[in-house]
């Protein structure tokens, strides 16, 4: 069973770094992906086979080639993903939430799913979602009041997007929302979805503070779902890939900048 679990997680890893490869280059040999993970073309074969059906790439000639939904990589496979570094960030937003009773609200996102399980021992939270993931991972705590908005699921993300979903929100208070995004630029924070980024903006108009959780390599991105200006942000919590100037940049938009650093093992 342990040695089933360790391959399932490193089938999991190897799928997420196919489809960040083909993010970045668009096509690759699939002799290629064998030789770069290690493994024998028959195995790559089963794990493409297996992103072509949920529609991430499509398969020609023995090259996989990304496809419009891949583009945005599921946080299925987000998860699986730098996971110290990730954890590091996640604590120390966490760190940012005071005692005593609190109304937090989530945004979807892997950054955002990490930071809810950190809380997650907290007794005195109301926390309002339109992430389904992050409600069901909080729904069983029964000390933490789970507030879910109503609306239409989205699968890369597995948010609930739309109307219904901005009409719950607008009518929340929210003390402090934890936002995940896919690029943060000098012209605010946005996400692959334009439908998704309204929804968020819903949420995020109604928090007194708003912190961004994001990994260094979304700084500096745009993309067309636009959720708020930097004179939104309050803080962003990132990793230590985020260089001197795009700090710089973020701090003289108002914005406060922590750098979460991994422990090193031993």
Known sequence: MAARSADSTHRGERMAAILALLRDQQSVAVADLAQRFGVSQATLRR?????????????????????????????????????????????????????????????????????????????????????????????VKPRIRVVVSGGVARSQSTELVGPWAEAALSQATIGTAYVGVDGIDADGITTHDIVEARTNAALIERAERVIVAADSSKIGQRYSGVMATLASVDTLVTDPGITADSAAMLSDAGVRVIVARAEKAG
């Open 47 to 139: 794990d493409l086979t297996l992103l072509e059906d949920q529609g991430l790439l499509v398969r020609r000639y023995g090259v996989a080639i990304a496809t419009e939904s891949g583009a945005e990589v599921p946080v299925a496979y987000r998860d699986r993903r730098s996971k110290a570094q990730k954890r590091a960030v996640a604590e120390t937003a966490a760190s940012l939430l005071s005692f005593g009773p609190q109304s937090v609200g989530f945004t979807g996102g892997s950054t955002t799913a990490e930071i809810a399980r950190v809380l997650s021992t907290r007794v005195d939270l109301v926390v309002v979602t339109n992430a389904l993931n992050i409600a069901m991972e909080l729904a």
